[in-house]
């Protein structure tokens, strides 16, 4: 990565996907820095793993359709989460929170997604602290990043936040920068540049953090009505889920942070 492209002049960095995120973390990890790595993938997965933390359930991320996530689950007694269409006629766990929300007697699931699920393993590779924020626990995230950077403060370099947008795929398996994600990474930076206020300035936010900061205040006294009609929105109620947009739109429900541990992610209550 050239340095023009690493944000590296502040502490709240922001990029789209895996391959942007393990480049700007790889970057500040080479640099000295300690890496906060924020994944937000708003429809569904973060969404996802805030309900099943607020459950209990710790959750393993795995990389889509990969035939040995099933022998992964199986060495763990872990639940495999299906394809929302088998859970359709079957019933089960999917990469639905509602059914998450439904399950009982689960207690370790391993869920494999696309995006969030893929860009959460490169980054924990990549050797960032990650941990997963959707519109449910975006203040709880600030809350504990805070906390984070107070305990890092005393590293060689400055430590650094990357937040991740997920963004979704199209069918030739591009990166489609989704504007839910725009939203959702834009909620913890508008949350985190609250709480540090008092020692913000030009250095705390990259001018990409700060634009998403921005998306966020534009729609925040709307979020519920624009997550219907953005465009992943209307694709999941037009396949008949509305309530996983329900869910995804529960402004600040949830205290718990999930973070990724052990190739886990945990739930912690914000300090």
Known sequence: MHPWHSQDRHVVRLDWGPTAAEALTRYAVAAGSPVCAVVVDVLSFTTCVSVAADAGIRVHPYRWKDESARAFAEERGATLARTRSATRAEGG?????????????????????????????????????????????????????????????????????????????????????????????????????????????????????????????????????????????????????????????ELDASGVVPVLTDGAYTGHPAP
């Open 93 to 249: 766990v999917s990469l639905s929170p509602a059914s998450i929300r439904a399950a009982r007697d689960v207690k370790d699931l391993v869920l494999p997604s696309p995006n969030g699920s893929t860009t959460s393993t490169v980054l924990a590779e990549a050797g960032a602290q990650v941990v997963a924020a959707s519109l449910r626990n975006r203040a709880a995230v600030a809350a504990w990043i805070v906390d984070w950077l107070e305990s890092s403060s005393g590293s060689r370099a400055r430590p650094a936040v990357v937040v991740v947008p997920a963004g979704e795929r199209w069918p030739d398996d591009s990166l489609r920068p989704a504007v839910e994600d725009l939203w959702g990474a834009g909620s913890v930076v508008a949350a985190l540049a609250q709480r540090l206020e008092h020692r913000g300035g030009p250095l705390l936010l990259s001018p990409e953090a700060e634009a998403a900061g921005a998306a966020w205040l534009a729609v925040e006294d709307r979020a519920a009505a624009a997550l219907r009609s953005c465009a992943s929105g209307l694709e999941l109620v037009a396949q008949g889920w509305p309530d996983d947009v329900a869910i995804a739109a």
